[in-house]
């Protein structure tokens, strides 16, 4: 089973809307997290990482929360563009030997 | 500022054809080095990792092999490809120093035909 399981796998939003994307994960222990953005035909890109202590993290219109007690964080979009449609990846680091467990990602698409 | 270069960008080879891609990293020393595949609806696989030239460690076994030949170059072979090398290929780097902060290169699209 994945260590590291995001929802849901595909959706589409019109411009200019909100979306969550969901990651749940069940790595221990646990070290950080990590929001990656992947364009087509390209590699990923960082957006956010947060560590135990950290329950919010922004950049720009993405907002990532983590509940480290429940296992799960979540990556916000606002006021989506059409340059946000991608695949946004979950990742998460074990503490130790820093492990990496990937989620599948979530793929995004913004229509006009 | 460090980077990473990645080629080809996309590569067409006949089964039983030999592979050669490869990662180079700037701007950074002693980098931990990594290649991954990237399956269509499926998560990044890492398929080998490097902590310095001349160390490799495969993490499933496979048809592939990687080298480590000067500190910051990062190469994936095969001798004979099989269809199911088909894939997109990324190469990354990070280093030993606070959270870990994994930087991908642009990838390569490998079509075994």
């Known amino acids: 089973k994945n260590q590291v399981e995001q929802s849901p796998q595909s959706l589409i939003i019109l411009e200019g809307k909100n979306c969550t994307l969901q990651c749940n994960y069940t790595v221990s222990p646990f070290s950080n997290l990590r929001w990656y953005k992947q364009d087509t035909g390209r590699g990923p890109v960082s957006l956010t990482i947060m560590t135990f202590s950290e329950n919010t993290k922004s950049n720009g219109r993405y907002t990532a929360t983590l509940d480290a007690d429940t296992k799960q964080s979540s990556l916000h979009i606002t006021a989506s563009q059409l340059s946000d449609s991608a695949s946004y990846i979950c990742v998460v680091s074990r503490y130790g030997n820093n492990r990496l467990a990937f989620g599948k990602g979530n793929q995004v698409v913004v229509i006009p | 500022s460090q980077t990473i270069h990645q080629w080809p960008a996309t590569l067409v080879q006949p089964v039983g054809s030999p592979l050669s891609l490869e990662c180079t990293v700037e701007g950074t020393s002693n980098p931990n080095l990594y290649w991954y595949r990237q399956a269509a609806g499926r998560g990044l696989q890492l398929l080998f990792y490097?902590?310095?030239?001349?160390?490799i460690s495969s993490e499933v076994p496979q048809n592939l092999s990687a080298s480590r030949p000067q500190d910051r170059q990062f190469i994936l072979s095969s001798k004979k490809l099989l269809l199911s090398d088909s894939g997109f290929y990324l190469c990354?780097?990070?280093?030993?120093?606070?959270?870990?902060?994994?930087?991908f290169g642009n990838g390569t699209r490998l079509t075994v035909t």
């Open positions: 490097s902590v310095g030239i001349g160390q």
């Open positions: 990354a780097w990070t280093v030993d120093r606070g959270p870990l902060s994994l930087h």
